[in-house]
């Protein structure tokens, strides 16, 4: 299965958890798609599923237009606790934890991207405006091409340090779990 996480726990795998209400309206993906296909998969190579079974479930799956049509295919053969960031935290399972500290690296990149982006967009809008259309023939320094590289450094920063990111909000994750279950933390 995608992105590392068995098939036996596949909520976070999905590219917006099905199961929550304000994601069920949003187009599936392939990738959401081959999710439930995994997870299907499994079931019928550990017999929990007939043939009959998964060629029904699958056919499903492979027409699902919407997120919301996807956790009904599976339900009944995987774990259905909603892990959200904050929310149950103390009973999140490792997988949970590392699919959540990737959608915050996921976040932080989408963020990069936005801030690169927009202040581009804005900065060499506003130099064409007042450089070179009051000056065609001499607009001057193009100016935004310094606010566009360090943007673009910062993105590609946030893409480079996937690992790093990761790691560090793993870590963050596992330190707010031992506070919510109050054990004490360990060095080593």
């Known amino acids: 299965m995608g992105r590392g ?17 304000e994601s069920a309206p949003l187009r599936a993906s392939d990738h959401d798609r081959d999710v439930v296909q995994g997870v299907l998969a499994e079931g019928y190579a550990d017999g929990r599923l007939t043939k009959d079974e998964y060629d029904e479930r699958s056919g499903a799956a492979a027409a699902a237009r919407t997120l919301g049509e996807l956790p009904v295919l599976i339900l009944d053969l995987v774990p259905q606790s909603v892990t959200r ?10 997988e949970e934890l590392d699919a959540l ?31 070179y259309l009051g000056s065609p023939d001499d607009p001057g ?10 943007t673009a450094v ?13 790691e560090r909000e793993r870590a963050r994750l596992e330190r707010k779990q031992r506070q919510a279950l109050g054990r004490p933390h360990r060095e080593g």
């Open 5 to 21: 996480t068995p098939a036996s726990l596949p909520w976070g795998s999905f590219t917006q958890d099905p199961r929550l209400p």
């Open 154 to 166: 910062r993105l590609l920063q946030v893409q480079l340090d996937k690992r790093d990111i990761v």
């Open 85 to 94: 960031p904050g929310s149950d935290l103390a009973l999140a399972s490792g």
């Open 101 to 131: 500290a990737v959608r915050r690296w996921q976040e932080r990149r989408r963020h990069a991207f936005r801030t690169f982006l927009v202040t581009s967009l804005v900065v060499w809008t506003f130099w064409f405006l007042t450089s």
């Open 141 to 150: 320094f193009p100016w935004p091409v310094i606010i566009t590289l360090f």
